[in-house]
């Protein structure tokens, strides 16, 4: 088990940027696969994006171009940075390790 505690959420207008943490309390190089999911009100929870121990990434449709996840193994740390942010990215945002393991989240609000 690992504990996840993200950060970085915030209000910010349309086209704007943040980048999202997620601090695991145990080295992430040892973790299958890290990812971020997103719950919007009244919608399901969904991938947003995932990467693997072997540096393979995934995103899903509608943030490709726009966001980017990475992460930095001496600081046990994994992000996600968010660019060009459209209203349709509002949403709690959600740090996951090989699927079991949750986050608190963060709260994102895209609007003007």
């Known amino acids: 088990q690992v504990q996840l505690v993200e950060s970085g959420g915030g209000l910010v207008q349309p086209g704007g940027s943040l980048r999202l943490s997620c601090a695991a309390s145990?080295?992430?190089?040892?973790?299958?696969?890290m990812g971020w999911y997103r719950q919007a009100p009244g919608k399901q929870r969904e991938l947003v994006a995932h990467?693997?121990?072997?540096?393979?990434?995934y995103y899903t449709d509608s943030v490709k171009g726009r966001f980017t996840i990475s992460r930095d193994n001496a600081k046990n740390t994994v992000y996600l940075q968010m660019n060009s942010l459209e209203p349709e990215d509002t949403a709690v945002y959600y740090c996951?390790?090989?699927?079991?393991?949750w986050g608190q989240g963060t709260q994102v609000t895209v609007s003007s």
């Open positions: 996951t390790a090989n699927g079991g393991d």
């Open positions: 145990r080295s992430i190089s040892s973790i299958y696969i």
């Open positions: 990467i693997r121990s072997s540096g393979t990434t």
